[in-house]
Each structure stands twice: as C-alpha cells, then as structure tokens.
C-alpha cells in the first residue's frame, strides 16, 4: 500500500479545551508521537487543520514543510488539493488524538482492508478520490465515511492504534501505552532497558543497537545515542549526540556533544553548548556550560568549567573553577594541550594557559601563563614553631 501523505485534524474539546494531540504524554506532545510513528513509516507529507491559536504550538509537533490552514485560511479547499495532488496513492487521515505502534502504521500500509469494528480515528482514503470528493457538494467527515477505510478494532484492542480524549484517565493509559511501545521499538532494535518501566524516552530519540539503558534514565528531544553506551541509573540526557561507547552515569546532559567512550559522573551537569571530546573524563559534581574539552581531558571532579576552550589530555585538578563572570559581562577561558591546572586553582577570564603548562595548586591566576611554564599565585607559607604549644598552655 503506497501512502506519502497524512491528514492530520488537530479538533479542541467542547469546553474550549486545546487540542488533546497538543498535550504532553511523558515529556513531548501527542502530535510529536504522532508525526514520529507516520514518519517512521515512510510518510513524508503533512496536512494539519487546526484553530488559528494552535497553529504556532503544532508547528513544534510536525516537520517544517508541513502545509497548516485553519478557520482564517479562505483557500483551504485549495490548499488540500494541492496537497493531495503530490500524493501517490492513498493518505492516512486523522481526525482525533491517536497513539500509533509500529503495529499500527504496519496494518495501515498493509494492502487489505482496515480491521473492522470500533473507529479509532484513523482512516486511510486514496489521495484522487478525496480530491475529487473537494468539489462536490458533501463535508469532508462525509466523504471519509462513504469512501475511505476506518481503522477499527474491539474496544482495548486497537492492533498498533491507541485513541485517546480529554480526561485525565485516559490520557494517563495512553502515556503508559507509549512508554511501552517506545521500550519495544527500542528493545526490536537491539537495546537492553534493564527495567523497561523505569525508562523513558521521547519519540524523537535514536538509540544505537548494543546500548544498556538503567534504571531512571530519561531521553528527551532529538537525543542521538551511539553503540555500546552505558546510561543511567538517573540520567536525563536532553537533545545530546553521543558517542559510541560513552558512559552516563546519574547525570543530566543538555544540547551537547559527548563524544566516544567519554566517561561523565557520578552527579555532573552538563549544560548547553558544549562539546566533550572521545576519553574523557567529566566526573562527580562537575559542572561544564557552554565550553569545548578536548579528546582524553580528565575533569574529576568537583570543577567548574564555563566559557571554556580546554585542550586535549589536560588534567583539572579537584576544585578548578574557570571565573568567568566579573558581574557585567562573560569572558572565555583558554588552557593549552597537556596542560595541569593544579586543585583549587581559579582562572581568572580572559586568561590562557599554555600547552604544556603547570599551575600550581591554590593558585588565582589572572595573567597568562607561557607553553612549558609554571605559575604558582598563591601567599607564602608561614610556620611559627610551638604556637600552639603555648596557645593551649593559654
């Protein structure tokens, strides 16, 4: 069964409800679930009627070439023919909130009849007879009930198709329904979730074969992860590529690149824009904000790195902090390859340390330090022999 193109109808409840695709199962809108199962499938066009005030939320949900119209669109019979124009075939059309499985979209494009019963919402139409349909005098509901083909199915049993409505009840079974269809795609994939019920994962992510997902592991957004990963327990990793091989460890990771075999924990926190290289090290309690760290880095723990460009096999001892931030604006922060940056260091921005350069532990530098150099920016040592003694004699 060729099918190229959705149509999908994004209706508000009668109580001036938004539309229930628009809400939240898990952490990404129906519409996201949706568009993600349709596209797996091998559909690439979309149609979306909805109100006006919806417009900008569902455009987030569906891919950027979506054609929308809504009540204001005076030319959106035209619109739809020409969208169906582009069609070869048939398209699938939805009229309510639905959860599709890989199931589902399977007995869509299958070439026998929908399975009967009760409608789920679904219904597949060839493209030329709803376009002909356009210019007759009949609503389109009419025209779908006359000449296109319910997905239906007992009622609990949809075969791969979950609808769904507005209370609370049943969207809470729907999220449980996508949960369990999303540990199942990923697990026909070739990915271990060690307890399928305490993970959970975005449509939109992409999981390696080969990887173990722990116990508390959330992936969200466009999530890529590489082959033979480790993540969790008590990760969330949010719109982050990461390498082949990388491991995460009860961490929360954002908008990233962590390349391969990268070790991050216990407890870091890696925030927007940053880049970590392949072997490194980012360990418990550090924290890395929009900087890059070069291949082999290690950054053990309890560091601060902001607004950074660290070399490779740069070592940072516990307690570096990158001071970024003089109170009005951010400034950068360079250290060199093979460099050592000894614990409880603070690097003053702007400043660089040079390739191969030593700081001294304790140090607060605030002027470059040459390739090859040592700084050591700290008070002298004073030792006066017995105080004590004669302090507790007191």
Not at 36 to 60: K, N, P, W, Y
Not at 215 to 227: A, D, E, H, N, Q
Not at 369 to 374: F, H, M, R
């Amino acid at each position: 069964m060729n099918i190229t193109g959705a149509i999908v109808f994004l209706p508000r409840g009668g109580g001036g409800e938004g539309p229930v695709l628009l809400d939240t199962l898990l952490l990404a809108p129906g519409a996201v679930w949706l568009a993600e199962a349709l596209m797996r499938s091998g559909i690439t066009r979309f149609f979306v009627a909805c109100h006006g005030d919806d417009q900008e939320e569902a455009a987030h949900c569906f891919p950027q070439d979506t054609v929308f119209v809504t009540s204001n669109t005076e030319n959106a019979n035209t619109r739809l023919a020409a969208f169906l124009a582009g069609c070869e075939g048939s398209v699938a059309v939805v009229t309510g909130a639905v959860l599709l499985t890989g199931e589902g979209t399977r007995r869509l494009f299958a070439p026998a009849a929908l399975p009967a019963g009760e409608s789920t919402g679904l219904f597949r139409m060839n493209a030329a007879v709803l376009r002909g349909a356009l210019s007759e005098d009949i609503s389109f509901e009419e025209a779908l009930l006359s000449r296109g083909e319910p997905f239906g199915g007992r009622a609990g049993t949809f075969e791969g198709v979950f609808p769904y409505g507005f209370s609370w009840e049943s969207r809470e079974a729907a999220s449980a329904y996508a949960r369990k269809a999303e540990a199942r795609r990923l697990a026909e994939a070739g990915v271990c979730l060690v307890d399928p019920d305490s993970v959970y994962v975005d449509p939109t992510v992409t999981v390696e074969k080969g990887t173990v997902l722990l116990p508390g592991t959330i992936l969200r957004g466009r999530t890529v992860i590489g082959r033979g990963c480790e993540i969790g327990p008590n990760s969330m990793v949010r719109d982050c590529t990461v390498g082949d091989g990388a491991v995460i460890n009860a961490s929360q990771c954002n908008e990233s690149f962590i390349g391969a075999r990268a070790k991050v924990g216990p407890f870091a926190y890696i925030r927007p824009g940053c880049t970590v290289g392949a072997d490194t090290k980012v360990g418990d309690f550090v924290e890395v904000k929009n900087s890059v760290v070069g291949d082999g880095t290690k950054i053990s723990h309890l560091t601060y790195v902001g607004d950074s460009d660290i070399g490779k096999n740069v070592n940072l001892g516990c307690g570096t902090v990158t001071v970024n931030y003089d109170g009005a604006a951010k400034f950068r922060t360079v250290v060199g390859d093979n460099a050592f940056v000894g614990c409880n260091s603070n690097l003053i921005a702007p400043v660089q340390i040079g390739e191969g350069a030593y700081v001294a532990a304790g140090s607060t530098i605030t002027d470059p330090v040459p390739a090859g150099g040592l700084a050591i920016a700290r008070a002298p040592q004073t030792v006066k022999a017995q105080w004590a003694v004669r302090r507790r004699k007191k």
